[in-house]
C-alpha cells in the first residue's frame, strides 16, 4: 500500500519540502512587473493612490466599517490605535443573496450609528475586496471572492453609493482601503522610533493578499504618477496562477462560487483549506489508505471548515462534540492516518504564504540595512489561530533562509496591531492625500 506521501504526491500534490521556492519567488516578481506594467498578469497590482508619508492630527477619531470576509465590524478608532463602540454582523451576502438596497443598507445603517461619535468627518472603509481605487479613495468592485453573493455590487464604486444612501447630513466622504493596505497603514502608524526601509501588509484569514511599497515609477500603467514618489500597490496577490495544483484541490474548487479564480488564494486560505482535505479523505478512502466503509460518512459530510480541519489535525480535543472528524475517525490507526494526510495541507499553506512574502519584501528593493529592515505587518486568523501547525514559526524560519541567508535582506515581522485592518482604515481616511 502507498504511504499517505505517495499518495498525495501520485494526486499532483507538491508537499512543503519539494516546493522550487527561487522559481516561485521569480514567477511571482515576474507576474508584479507584468501587472505593474499593464500587461496581462494573474496579480490585479492596483495603485491605491495611498502613500506612507501621512501625519495622524492628535486627538482625532475616526468612525470605521470593516466589511471583512465573514463578518462586518463598524466602531470609532482613536489614537493610540483603539477601537471602541464596536459592533459584529454578519458581512452581507454571506447567508444568500442580497440586493444593492439590502447591502448598501446594511453599511449606512452602521455609518449613522457610528458617524456622531467621531471627531473626523470622513469614514474609514475597510472593503477586502478586488476593487480598484481612484485617487480620491473611492473603490470600484471588480468581481467578488470568498464565496460573497450580491452580484449587482460588482461595477460599483462603493463608497460613492454608501455617501448617496447616506444622504446629505451623512459623511463628509469616505476613504474605502483593501484590508491589506489598512494592515500595512496600522503598522506604519505605530511604529514608534523603529526605522523601516519599507513595508509589505499581508492577510491570511478567510482569504489571502498582499500590499507593499513601491517607487511610483515602477507603476508604469500609471504614466502621470510623480515619478520620485512612492505609493502602496494592493497586489490581489491570491489571484497568482502560475503555480500547480493537486486533484484535490481542483475538486475543492469546482465546488467555490469562482471556481477557476483566485487560484493561490485556495490553496493558502481560511475559506478553502477544508474543503481541500475533505478531498484528500474522499480520495484515500477510495484508494483504501482508509477504510471504505467510512467514505460515505465522509461524503456524507458535505463540506469541511478549515477549524475542524485543523482542530483534529492538532489533536486539539473536541471540548463540546462538534467536530466531525473525532468522530468518523475515532480508531486511532484511521486518525493517525487522517493526520499524516491532513497535516501536508498547513505545512504547503505556511511554506507558500513565506514564498510569496518574499517575493514581496524583495520587490520592495529595500532592507539591505539591517538598522532599517523591511517591516513586515500581517493580520489574519488563519495565520495566527491555526492549530494544526505554526504558520508563524514556519514563516520566519522560511524567510530568515530566502531573504537573510541567500539575498542579505533584513525583514521583521513587525508585532502584530489589534484590528489592524481598523485601524489602517482610520488612517487613511485621517491621511488621504499625503504620500
Ligand atoms: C480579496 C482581497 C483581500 C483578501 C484578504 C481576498 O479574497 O480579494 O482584496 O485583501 O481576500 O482579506
Known amino acids: 500500500m502507498k504511504t499517505p506521501d505517495e499518495f498525495l504526491e501520485d494526486n499532483g500534490f507538491v508537499a512543503a519540502a519539494d516546493i522550487d521556492r527561487p522559481t516561485l519567488i521569480s514567477a511571482f516578481i515576474s507576474e508584479m512587473e507584468r501587472g505593474l506594467e499593464g500587461s496581462e498578469s494573474s496579480l490585479m497590482m492596483v495603485p491605491t493612490h495611498v502613500g506612507v508619508g501621512g501625519r495622524i492630527p492628535s486627538g482625532a477619531t475616526v468612525a470605521v466599517l470593516d466589511a471583512g470576509g465573514t463578518n462586518f465590524r463598524g466602531g470609532v478608532v482613536s489614537f493610540p490605535p483603539a477601537v471602541s463602540e464596536r459592533r459584529n454582523q454578519p458581512m452581507p451576502g454571506t447567508r444568500g443573496e442580497v440586493d444593492s438596497e439590502a447591502f448598501y443598507g446594511a453599511f449606512a445603517e452602521e455609518a449613522r450609528r457610528i458617524l456622531p461619535l467621531a471627531s473626523s468627518k470622513r469614514l474609514g472603509w475597510c472593503f477586502s475586496y478586488p476593487a480598484e481605487a481612484t485617487p480620491s479613495l473611492d473603490a470600484r468592485l471588480v468581481r467578488w471572492t470568498k464565496n460573497i453573493q450580491a452580484p449587482s455590487i460588482v461595477g460599483d464604486y462603493v463608497g ?35 526605522a523601516y526601509s519599507s513595508y509589505v501588509g499581508f492577510i491570511l484569514g478567510t482569504g489571502t493578499n498582499s500590499a507593499y511599497v513601491e517607487r511610483t515609477a515602477n507603476i508604469k500603467k500609471l504614466p502621470c504618477a510623480d515619478p520620485d514618489g512612492r505609493m502602496i500597490v ?64 465522509i461524503v456524507g459530510l ?83 489561530k491555526t492549530k494544526a501547525i505554526s504558520f508563524a514559526e514556519i514563516v520566519s524560519a522560511e524567510l530568515d533562509d530566502l531573504l537573510v541567508r541567500r539575498r542579505n535582506i533584513n525583514y521583521e515581522i513587525v508585532p502584530p496591531v489589534d484590528d489592524a485592518p481598523m485601524v489602517g482604515a482610520a488612517v487613511a481616511a485621517l491621511t488621504a492625500g499625503s504620500r
Open 302 to 384: 458535505g463540506s469541511l471548515s478549515t477549524a475542524d480541519f485543523s482542530g483534529f489535525c492538532a489533536m486539539d480535543g473536541d471540548s463540546d462534540g462538534s467536530n466531525p472528524l473525532f468522530s468518523i475517525f475515532s480508531d486511532p490507526v484511521n486518525a493517525r492516518m487522517a493526520r499524516r494526510l491532513g497535516l501536508p495541507v498547513f505545512e504547503r499553506a505556511a511554506v507558500l504564504s513565506a514564498v510569496h512574502l518574499a517575493a514581496f519584501a524583495i520587490k520592495t528593493g529595500e532592507g539591505n540595512d539591517p538598522s532599517a529592515p523591511v517591516a513586515i505587518s500581517i493580520d489574519g486568523s488563519t495565520y495566527y
Open 234 to 297: 494592493n497586489a490581489e496577490s491570491g489571484g497568482f496562477d502560475k503555480i500547480a495544483t493537486s486533484a484535490f484541490d481542483a475538486a475543492a474548487d469546482a465546488k467555490t462560487a469562482d471556481p477557476g479564480r483566485n487560484r493561490f488564494e485556495k490553496l493558502i486560505s481560511g475559506a478553502y483549506l477544508g474543503g481541500i482535505g475533505l478531498e484528500i479523505y474522499k480520495g484515500a478512502a477510495k484508494a483504501g489508505l482508509l477504510p471504505k466503509e467510512i467514505l460515505s460518512r
Open 160 to 194: 460613492r453609493e454608501l455617501l448617496v444612501r447616506l444622504g446629505a447630513n451623512g459623511a463628509g466622504g469616505v476613504a474605502v482601503v483593501n484590508d491589506t493596505v489598512a494592515t500595512l497603514l496600522a503598522a506604519k502608524a505605530t511604529e514608534g522610533s523603529r
